[in-house]
């Protein structure tokens, strides 16, 4: 299916693959699964077509749209139900150190007061009432910005080692959390 997809788009654009110079892939955070194919397929596209691969995360977009901004903002993404990805941004860089998942019922209180941001929904539905006062910025991307930031690295000579370039995973996967949980139990 996403091999398809890909055709899609390349025919879309006029383009074949061999008009490929590199690749682009989001490395999440996002689903477990739909990461580890996005990401396999471009391994194997750049490997088989011999072309450089640069990966951007979901945040580093939201520090490009964001790069106005004087004062530290908190950058929310949705992850599954109830629960939300968090990082910090400040001048035009995310903190990939402070990223992690709060849930609905705790998001008011770890933001407090602090400048939001919301990629991909709109936060303002999740804050009712209680946020009618608050500026959060609504931050809209697509592929554009991906291919933007990936062209911004490939003219500073910078792609991705195709041997370690890794999904952003901020938690683990539930196969994983079962797995620590039987290692426990021996």
């Excluded at 997809?5 to 693959?17: G, T, V």
């Amino acid at each position: 299916m996403i091999i398809r997809k890909i055709q899609n788009l390349l025919e879309s654009a006029s383009l074949s693959i061999d008009n490929l110079d590199a690749i682009t892939v989001c490395l999440g955070p996002g689903s477990f699964t739909g990461l580890r194919i996005a990401l396999a397929a471009a391994k194997g596209m750049a490997t088989a077509l011999e072309i450089p691969v640069v990966g951007i995360n979901l945040f580093d977009i939201a520090a490009y749209k964001l790069g106005q901004q004087t004062e530290p903002v908190c950058v929310i993404a949705p992850f599954i139900r109830d629960e939300y990805f968090i990082v910090d941004i400040s001048d035009g860089q995310a903190d990939i150190g402070s990223a992690q998942t709060v849930s609905s019922n705790g998001l008011a209180e770890y933001v407090k007061n602090r400048k939001l941001a919301a990629i991909g929904f709109d936060l303002k539905l999740e804050f009712g009432d209680k946020g009618s006062n608050r500026e959060i910025f609504l931050i809209d991307y697509d592929c554009s910005d991906l291919i933007y930031l990936a062209s911004n690295r490939l003219n500073l000579g910078q792609s991705d080692d195709l041997e370690t370039l890794e999904p952003l995973y901020l938690r683990k996967s539930q196969a994983e959390i079962k797995y620590d949980k039987r290692q426990k139990q021996q």
